[in-house]
């Protein structure tokens, strides 16, 4: 038996796709939906998985530095495509700094298409 949590967040963004041929390779803008998930097999003493506000709290100033930025300049992604793949694997490395039971990262750049980075077993 698995339970599984998820916290979601929204940041807007701009962003061009390095090595890309297509519409993409020019600045355009998203309005992404970030999905912070972890999952245990245990509840603690007050009968939950996790602290939703400890997720909120670490995702927070995360979701801040992203919002209202063009990805391309920040020097995390510097010489990069910020690619929704790139993002996942991004925001996954900084939370689970904070929340080491994150199993996922799951980021929607339109309302019908999402990319998830997920824990290796």
Request: glycine share 4%; charged share 20%; hydrophobic share 40%.
């Amino acid at each position: 038996m698995m339970f599984e949590a998820m916290i979601q967040a929204h940041f807007c963004a701009a962003r061009r796709l390095l090595n890309y041929t297509g519409p993409c390779a020019q600045l355009h803008g998203h309005n992404f939906k970030v999905q912070a998930f972890v999952q245990t097999e245990t509840l603690d003493a007050a009968g939950v998985c996790v602290d939703f506000e400890k997720i909120d709290g670490a995702l927070k100033p995360l979701i801040e530095r992203l919002d209202h930025s063009d990805l391309n300049a920040l020097p995390e992604f510097e010489g990069i495509s910020p690619s929704t793949e790139f993002l996942c694997r991004y925001l996954f490395d900084q939370l689970q700094k904070s929340v080491p039971e994150l199993s996922k990262i799951t980021i929607w750049d339109t309302p019908n298409s999402c990319v998830s980075f997920t824990k290796s077993a």
